[in-house]
């Protein structure tokens, strides 16, 4: 890249042509490379054509390496933050919202971009950028992501599909963050009993966030009950919002506590079922000590 860099402009078209050369085999760092020469030489015209009429290919292994190209190319032409940039990187985030593109796009923090973010987090590639992406949007995404925690996409079958699961999770965990208000657990308030644990975890967690008392009871008396159920982390992040709404949750821990667990599925279930709510209700005695 220093040697064509230090041709100057005679390099532009050799770098243009192997930007442009797809791999079969999937060997993309050269094209990376020459990416990174065009850029540092400002020949963007050949970075907007190429993001301009990429096309997925068909073959995995070449994807995987075009794709990559692709990202890198879209997160230099992002840092010109122009206008003519912007509609190129909507014009191929629609159909292939990659992370470079994602990333590039959410550099300019338009809100235009929110629906294409939003739909990224239903991809496990993507879903990342996509979702910091959205954070330097804040609020503005917040009624693009309560849409989005409402829609399952169910299969043929009725069954809602994986990505679909994971986009919903990543939309309540973004709320979460935003900080939410009445109207927002208003909206949401259904999916506490959502046959998702991890999404019915989380909008339980806005209940005790922005809920009425008695909506703040039933969703720490349903965090206890999904207790007994859930693996790590998400059992973790259970234990981390009751002792943070100890207040609210205790009456429900000591109720377990106390109570019988035949219900349980399994002795090892049930000691660590008793063990969490046993350091639930320690922690939390810790945090309300003086001086703690």
Partial sequence: MIEAVSIGAPAVPVLRELLF???????????????QALAALSATNGLKE??????RPSDPVE?????????????????????EVYLIL???????????????LGGFGRPE????????????????AAEQALRILGEAAISALIEAALRPVANFWGFEIPSSVRQRRSALMLLLEFGVTRDVWDLIRGLASDSDDEIAVRACAIGLTAG????????ARLMVALLQRVRWPLHQEIEDCLIGNFVIAGEFVDQALKGPTDDIANDFARAR?????????????TRQAPGS
């Avoid at 797809?22 to 990416?35: K, L, N, Q, T, Y």
């Avoid at 190429?50 to 096309?55: A, H, L, M």
Wanted: charged share 30%; aromatic share 6%; with cysteine.
């Fill in 90 to 104: 909507m014009a191929v985030g629609r159909k292939h919202p990659v992370p470079g593109v994602i990333e590039a």
């Fill in 273 to 285: 079922f008793k063990r969490s709510l046993r350091r639930i209700a320690s922690r939390a005695l």
């Fill in 63 to 83: 994807r995987f390496g075009d794709e990559a190209v692709l990202g890198t190319a879209a997160r230099f032409l992002g840092a010109t933050v122009t206008e």
């Fill in 212 to 219: 009425t008392s008695p909506d703040q009871r039933d969703c």
């Fill in 21 to 35: 050369e797809r791999d079969s085999a999937g060997i993309f760092e050269p094209r990376v490379r020459a990416v």
């Fill in 50 to 55: 190429f993001v301009r009429r990429w096309k």
């Fill in 113 to 128: 971009s929110i629906p294409i973010m939003v739909r990224a987090l239903a991809d496990d590639v993507s879903r990342t």
